[in-house]
Structures are given as C-alpha cells and as structure tokens.
Antibody, heavy 117, light 111 residues
Framework: QAQLVQSGAEVKKPGASVKVSCKAS????????IHWVRQAPGKGLEWMGR????????DFAQKFQGRVTMTRDTSINTIYMELRRLRSDDTAIYFC??????????WGQGTTVTVSS | DIVLTQTQLSSPVTLGQPASISCRSS???????????LSWLQQRPGQPPRLLIY???NRFSGVPDRFSGSGAGTDFTLKISRVEAEDVGIYYC?????????FGLGTKVEI
C-alpha cells in the first residue's frame, strides 16, 4: 500500500536551514503531487506548498515564498523540503502528504523540527 | 485566502451517541469543474492526520460508515452516528478548491 516515510527529528539554530525528506513507496511517485503541511505545537494545520514530482513544478503559500524549496529525486522516490532562515516560530511537526484533486490521502509520520538557540 | 470556521463541541460526547461538527467557508467551495473540494480529516493524539471524507460527502476507503459528510457551497457538516472510544481526536475541515489550500482550526472530540 502507498506509504510516505519521513526523515528524523532535527534541532536547528535560528537563521539556519533544515532539509526534510519524504520517501514514497507502494505507488508511482511521479503520478501524484506531494504537499507539505506543518503543525506548530498545540496548533492546527498549515499548508506550505506542493511539488509535482514528474516535472518538479512547485506552488507555495505566499507566507513561505522565498524561504522554502521543494525538490525531488525520482531515482530514489524521495521528495525534499528545505526551509531557510529558520525562526523560533518555525518550530513544528512537518508532514508530507500525497495530493489528489480532492485532498490529501496518504500522510507521512511527521518530522519534528525544533528551532532554538 | 479562504477561511474555514469550525464549531466547537459544547461538552464531551457520550459513547454511542451522535456528534456533529460544522465547517463554514468564507467563500463558496464549488470549483470551476463543478466539484466541491471540502474534505474532513481526523487527527488522533500523536498521529498524522487521516482523510475521512472528500468532496464534502464521499467516505474515503476504509473509513467506518458511522462517519458521514454533508453540505454544499459554504456550509458543511461531519457527523459521527455513534461515537466510539477510538474517535477521540481533533477533526479538521480542509478546502482544496482554491490556492492556498486552507484548514479549519480543528474541533476536539473527547469522551
């Protein structure tokens, strides 16, 4: 069955960058968008953007424009999300999820990113 | 951006009793293709979200039939016909009609 497995927890200092990976299995990666959603501690869900693995095309929420990059390596069925110039309010769990026209049907387990000096 | 406003349950729910959660959108969620891309997700404690309902009223694969979705335009409802212990968690509505995709703030279901 379709599955997304994310990289492990990260601790970063303010101003640094973090790169989170999301490895797909059980389905053809290039056939579906991968979205990134984050959740700050005790808060709700926030959509960050998406990548179409086939072309590498991306769409981002305006809030993250210029600070986020999403890339892919189709040879290993893996998507990457890099967030730069980290701030303390970037501390969150970051999820990747498979996108369908109607929503997000398969989710990764989440990667905790902690930004602290 | 489209804002989704969810109601909060007034009190803990009783096992075996129904529960209903509302989600109101700041704009119509009818897409230019005629479909309504409003989905409901469940997030159990410590877990990633899970898709329950898509296109307002379609139950996703493997979701128990005690969950149902209804609504159109700007007003939507998720109903649990008989709450079970495993239904504890936070429920989010999400719209995929217009970028950026947005979520409601969530509704907590506790027993």
């Amino acid at each position: 069955q379709a599955q997304l497995v994310q990289s492990g927890a990260e601790v970063k200092k303010p101003g640094a960058s973090v790169k989170v990976s999301c490895k797909a299995s059980g389905y053809t990666l290039i056939g579906y968008y991968i979205h990134w959603v984050r959740q700050a501690p005790g808060k709700g869900l926030e959509w960050m953007g998406r990548i179409y693995p086939s072309s590498g095309g991306t769409d981002f929420a305006q809030k993250f424009q210029g600070r986020v990059t999403m890339t892919r390596d189709t040879s290993i069925n893996t998507i990457y999300m890099e967030l730069r110039r980290l701030r303390s309010d970037d501390t969150a769990i970051y999820f990747c999820a498979r996108g369908r026209p109607f929503g997000l049907d398969v989710w990764g387990q989440g990667t905790t990113v902690t930004v602290s000096s | 951006d489209i804002v989704l406003t969810q109601t909060q349950l007034s009190s803990p729910v009783t096992l075996g009793q129904p529960a209903s959660i509302s989600c109101r959108s700041s704009q119509s969620l009818v897409h230019s293709d005629g479909k309504t891309y409003l989905s409901w997700l469940q997030q159990r404690p410590g877990q990633p979200p899970r898709l329950l309902i898509y296109e307002a009223s379609n139950r996703f694969s493997g979701v128990p039939d005690r969950f149902s979705g209804s609504g159109a335009g700007t007003d939507f409802t998720l109903k649990i016909s008989r709450v079970e212990a495993e239904d504890v968690g936070i429920y989010y509505c999400m719209q995929a009609t217009q970028f950026p995709w947005t979520f409601g703030l969530g509704t907590k279901v506790e027993i």
